[in-house]
């Protein structure tokens, strides 16, 4: 994956489990969140990009001839700042099934009901759905956005280190969230927090300079890593 | 990058190193009181069991400081949870120096101890402990795994002192009570090796991440 002349990442060859939790971790600026966002094509959006080799999902290269909506759909994603729409929780959910022409009421405060149920946030949410998005607290938020990312029922959710910018109580509500739709998605996340990756993830992938230099059972990684540069960012001693 | 780090870890180093020293010495003065016969030197033996102790409570405070401060991770975290293992097996061995030097307290064992090599397995024992907490301290696997491979020459010296002691019983039968008491401090002593060993195995997985058993 190249930005014009610099090539942001090489080498990558990994195999992401389903209904598993994959943890990218690494310096800033080693490419783990570029290749997030080569798994739905968010790259697509930057001038220069330029992609090599093939990302296959169920054996279908999304970089093949497939329709990106439906690719963006499949895959859903959330960032590290929540980013509501400034409309309110109802409308912020029922949106996307909107855009792919769901019209009628009772389905659309279904699909509410489900994602807000599924981000464990309808029991705070389901008597205020009419009222502002932006009027939540930054962890409602975050489960919002996530909540959305939901409502088309996506197979895999790409998080950009979702727990960034929240508070203490609201990333233990993200992570338990994360443990129990693994269930259902197949969640690959940046995180910086290197507890947040030992806590909930299944599999962990250590960048260095856009290169993945171990990728293995979180556990094994972060006990016995097998590379001595892998082990020298985890504890500390560089990055 | 991580300076405070590194001097809590430093900290834990040497107060391993100091702890290793108290049990070397508690190990060589109740065996020392044995072969004078000094009964003041064996309660001081057994005084300084305590002083173990309390440093057993000081570095495990220490570890959980660190667990908690620093949530280490990899090599950091093998060292750190090793040297909480390793305490136990460290305090063990200072309850049974006191141990030996209580029985000096009791009966006088200078006649009939020449009859065996308690010596000699001392120092092999004092040299295992030695060298497990060395290899803990210089990250030294060769020398944790030697600990371990020397714990088969302990064990020799055992049987053969309970043979000479069988032979001593059935030669003279008035001191059948001193030989139980003599049995008894090379049991002790033959359990401070294995308590050696299972340092040298927590070396061994400090460095490794798999433990050797």
Known sequence: MFYGDFQALKNININIPANEITALIGPSGCGKSTFLKTLNRMNDLIEGCRIEGRVLMDGEDIYGNIDINMLRKRVGMVFQKPNPFPMSIYDNIAYGPRTHGVRNKAKLDDIVERSLTDAAIWEELRDRLNKSALSLSGGQQQRLCIARALTVEPEVLLMDEPTGALDPISTNKIEDLAIDLKKMYTIIMVTHNMQQATRISDNTAFFLLGEIIEYDNTEKLFSTPADGRTGDYITGRFG | MRNKFDTQLDTLNNNLIIMGAMCENAIA????????????????????????????????????????????????????????????????????????????????????????????????????????????????????????????????????????????????????????????IAKYLERIGDHATNIAEWVVFAITGTHQT
């Open chain 2, 29 to 184: 003065s109740a065996v020392k009181a044995l072969m004078t016969y000094n009964v003041p030197l064996a309660q001081a033996t057994i005084e300084a069991e305590k002083q173990i102790d309390e440093k057993e409570r000081e570095i495990e405070s220490l570890c959980l400081k660190l667990l908690l401060q620093q949530q280490p991770v990899a090599r950091d975290l093998r060292f750190i949870s090793a040297a909480l293992k390793m305490i136990t097996d460290m305090e063990r061995i200072g309850d049974q120096a006191a141990d030996i030097a209580e029985i000096v307290t009791f009966i006088d064992l200078s006649e009939s101890k020449n009859k065996v090599n308690i010596a000699e397995m001392t120092e092999a024992i004092i040299k295992m402990v030695t060298e497990s907490i060395d290899a803990f301290v210089n990250r030294n696997l060769g020398l944790a795994k030697s600990v371990i491979e020397y714990d088969d020459v302990v064990d020799g010296y055992f049987t053969r002192i309970k043979k000479d002691l069988i032979d001593f019983i059935s030669a003279d039968k008035q001191h059948g009570e001193a030989v139980l008491d003599i049995l008894m």
